[in-house]
């Protein structure tokens, strides 16, 4: 088996890297990384040369996302499962709105790029490695607060719209997918609250039996796309193997 990490240098990202490598099944393992690999990324590769590669990626420019694919396919001839783990929530000056006179259009669109666009821009350049007679999958850490369905509390205009873009734009690749490469099944995932980066700063009310480590979202989510089934593609999937609403 042959696995692609969008955004594996910390986080939930680099916790699939973890788990995966001890993973028989998984032959090789390409994990990607925005401007430097971390120190534990970078130990896993040298404890793991054979099997897991390295490689810089920028999710936000096309061009570099096209360049690294090429890169990628003289590594493996083909994919079996992709993992979009690429997440913004807060940087900087960039923190969630919680009323609309927060709102600024620059923040808006650093969510879209990098929660949504980036996505959908690695489907449409990795569909020659998945066009193949395996099982594979592409799954995305999409979020529940993304759910237009699920959301009574508002607030987080800009994460809660780029979640739900990342929603509708792979659920629009998986009808393509349905015909270009039907052994994809393409997916979303909401991991539940995690102890990461990401959420450090929204913590403080979250129960403690409803914050995981990354090893317990990882495996959970693992568990959810083991189990996946040809019919599921298109679907939004919480860490329980729930189905979330649109």
């Not at 920028?58 to 079996?80: F, G, K, S, Y």
């Not at 969510?111 to 666009?117: D, P, T």
């Not at 850490?141 to 739900?164: E, F, T």
């Not at 990354?214 to 329980?240: A, H, M």
Request: net charge neutral; glycine share 6%.
């Amino acid at each position: 088996m042959n696995v692609l990490i969008i955004g594996g240098n910390r986080g939930i990202g680099l916790g699939f890297v973890r788990k995966l490598l001890d993973d028989r099944r998984v032959q090789s393992l390409v994990a990607t990384y925005r401007q430097s690999p971390s120190t534990e990324l970078a130990e896993l590769a040298d404890r793991h040369v054979d099997r897991l590669h390295l490689i810089q990626m920028d999710v936000t420019d096309e061009m570099q996302i096209a360049a690294r694919v090429a890169e990628i396919q003289p590594l493996v001839d083909r994919l079996h499962l992709v993992i979009y783990c690429v997440g913004l929530l807060h940087e900087g000056e960039l923190q969630p709105e919680k009323s609309l006179t927060q709102i600024q259009a620059d923040h808006l669109l650093r969510y879209f790029q990098v929660n949504s666009i980036g996505a959908v821009l690695l489907a449409k350049h990795l569909l020659p490695l998945l066009k193949h007679r395996d099982r594979s999958v592409f799954a995305s850490i999409s979020a529940k607060v993304g759910s237009i369905g699920d959301n009574q509390l508002g607030g987080w205009y800009g994460y809660r719209a780029s979640k739900a873009a990342l929603n509708m734009l792979m659920r629009t690749t998986a009808i393509e997918y349905s015909r270009k490469s039907p052994n994809t099944i393409v997916v979303l995932l909401h991991p539940g609250t995690t102890d990461t980066q990401l959420s450090q700063p929204f913590q403080r009310n979250v129960p403690p039996e409803k914050l995981f480590s990354v090893d317990r979202t990882v495996s959970q989510l693992l568990t959810v796309i083991e189990n996946l089934q040809p019919s599921d593609t298109g679907q939004f999937f919480s860490w329980d193997g729930s189905r979330l609403p649109w």
